[in-house]
């Protein structure tokens, strides 16, 4: 049984900084593509960062790059996403997943690409 727990969202002014964590368990972290995304009421779930099984590859949703990082520690099975400049349009729930089964050093943008996802946890951003 996988579980991801999600943690350290919050209430932040526009302009601030917060970073999220993302505690897995039940599957071999070192193996699996993470991602973390995002979404508001009323509206799918989006795509903000992926990051490869070993940490060397990631990539960002472009409204996101250069203010947010994805990082991983396998040692410690977390995932985290620092989240800098932060802006009102930020604001939503953010959801950390574990991407589906591969060999190589893939990251996902889809959906449905990812296997098991956390609760998620709330960003807001006040301006």
């Known amino acids: 049984q996988v579980q991801l727990v999600e943690s350290g969202g919050g209430l932040v002014q526009a302009g601030g900084s917060l970073r999220v964590s993302c505690a897995a368990s039940?599957?071999?972290?070192?193996?699996?593509?993470m991602g973390w995304f995002y979404q508001v009421p009323g509206k799918e779930r989006e795509f903000v960062a992926s990051?490869?099984?070993?940490?060397?590859?990631?990539d960002y949703v472009d409204s996101v790059k250069d203010r947010f990082t994805i990082s991983r520690d396998n040692a410690k099975n977390t995932v985290y996403l620092q989240m800098n400049s932060l802006q009102a349009e930020d604001t939503g729930v953010y959801y950390c997943?574990?991407?589906?089964?591969?060999?190589?050093?893939?990251?996902?943008?889809?959906?449905?690409?990812?296997?098991?996802w956390g609760q998620g946890i709330q960003v807001t951003v006040s301006s």
């Open positions: 997943a574990v991407g589906k089964a591969t060999y190589d050093f893939t990251i996902f943008y889809a959906s449905r690409d990812y296997e098991h």
């Open positions: 039940g599957r071999t972290f070192g193996e699996y593509a």
């Open positions: 990051i490869s099984r070993d940490g060397t590859s990631a």
